[in-house]
C-alpha cells in the first residue's frame, strides 16, 4: 500500500499514539508530535532512587475493548495481566473485610451470590442495591437528561443508605469518575454501573500492567509507530494550528493534509482556531478533577494480596507495587485516591501522617515494618471534572474546519475520562482523518 496523505498528530498521550497507529495501518503518512520528552501523556514513569515509578496506578476493565485493542497493535498482550473473574477484597480500619467476587453466571446475575456474601453490607441494604440496579437497568446514559442530574441524589431516591454508598458504589463510582457520588453527573455513572457492573459477566474483571507505564505506553509505543512507517518528534512544541491546515512546530510552519490535536482541552482551546470551534471557550467549564498517589515502601511484606479496596478509611485502592518497580527487599505499595481535591494542596508531612496510620490500621503487619521510603505524586489535572453539565461541554472530533480533529478522553467518546475513552476517541479520530483524504482525493 502506496502512503497517503501527511497527517500531523498533535499530542503523545494514549489518545493521539491511538489515532496515529491506526493513521498509519491504514497507509497514512503520520507524525506525532509530542512536547514532553516521552510519549505516554498522563501515564508515564520516573526513577527515583533506583525504583521505577509510575506517576498513578492505572487499570482497567475487561470491557475496555479499544484499549486492549491497543494492547493488540502493540504486540503488548504479555505486558499485563487480567483476573480470571473479578475479585476484590475490601478492607475497613477496624478488621472487618468483605469481598466482591463475581459469580460464573451470565450478568447482570453473576453479581448476585457477591452481594449476597457481601459483610459489609446489612441483608436490607444488599437487597436494596440490588433493586437499585435493576432500576439502573433500565436508563440511558447518552439520555441528555441525565448529564443535568446528580447520582449522589438518584441514589438516595432509590433507598441507597449511607453505608450501602460508602462500602459498594463509592468504590467503584469514584475510582471510575474521579469524582464523589453527590457531585457525578448520572450519565457517566449510569455507563459505568451499566457497562462494567450489569452487562456482560467478565466486564468488570481488573487489568493491570505488569511492566511500567513508561516502557508500555512510552518505549513500546513509539517503536511501533516507528516501525510502521511513522514519525515520532519528542520535545517538539505545538503553538498554533490554523486553516489549510497547518501548524506551527517550534516556531516554524508546517504544512499537513490534516490535524489531529489529542491534548488537554486546556492546552486545545488555545491552540485551534476560533473558526474551527467556536464553542472553544466552553471547555474551560469542564474544569478538572485531581488524583493523588501515596508511595510507601517498607523493609518487608505488609499485604499478601495484589491489590485491595478499602472504605472508612483515607485509603482508597492499595496497590503492590514492589515487582514491577524493581524493588529487591521490602514491599512497595502504591495507595491511589482519587477526587483528591482534600488532598492535592496537602503537605505531604501531613499526608504521611494520615496515610501511614491509615495502612496500619488496614494491614496490621505493617506496624511492625520500617518505612524506608515515603512520598506523594500529584496529577492537578488528572480528569476533567464530570458532574452535571459536563457532557453538554464535550465537542464531537469534527470541528468547522476542514482537516482540523479533536481526540482526547474529554471529547465526546461516550465513556468517562479514562484510558478506554482517550483509546476511543484517537480511533474516531483517525477514522474522520481517513474519510476527509478521501474526500479530497476523490475530488
Known sequence: MSPRGDVAVVGGGLAGISAALALLEAGVRTTLYEARP???GATHSFDRDGLTVDNGQHVFLKCCTAYRGLLDRLDARDLVRVQDRLDIPVLTPDGTAGRLRRAKAPGPLHLLPALAR??????????????ASLALQGLDPQDPA????????WLAAHGQRER??????????ISALNIGVDDAAMGPATMVCRQGLLGRSDAADIGVPTVPLGEL?????????ERLGGRVQLKAKVSAVDAGPKLVVDGEPVAADA?????????????????????????????SSPIINVHVVYDRPVMDVPFAAAVGSPVQWVFDRTQISGL????????????????????AADVRAAFLPALERLFPAARRARVTDFFVTRERHATFRQSPGSGALRPASATRLPGLFLAGAWTDTGWPDT???????????????????????GR
Request: hydrophobic share 45%; charged share 20%.
Open 328 to 347: 529487591a527487599r521490602g514491599q512497595y505499595l502504591a495507595v491511589s485516591v482519587s477526587a483528591a481535591d482534600g488532598w492535592i494542596d496537602t503537605p
Open 38 to 40: 516521552r510519549l505516554g
Open 146 to 153: 441525565l448529564d443535568g442530574q446528580a447520582m449522589g441524589g
Open 217 to 225: 505506553h512510552g518505549s513500546v509505543a513509539a517503536r511501533r509507530i
Open 259 to 287: 490535524v489531529v490535536v489529542a491534548v488537554p482541552h486546556r492546552a486545545a482551546a488555545p491552540l485551534v482556531p476560533a473558526q474551527a470551534c467556536p464553542d472553544r471557550d466552553r471547555w474551560a467549564g469542564l474544569g
Open 419 to 441: 484510558m478506554e475513552g482517550a483509546v476511543r476517541s484517537g480511533l474516531t479520530a483517525a477514522r474522520l482523518v481517513r474519510r476527509h483524504l478521501d474526500g479530497v482525493s
Open 118 to 131: 457481601y459483610r459489609l453490607l446489612t441483608p436490607g441494604d444488599r437487597l436494596r442495591a440490588v433493586r
Open 164 to 173: 450501602a454508598r460508602t462500602a459498594l458504589w463509592e468504590l467503584f463510582l
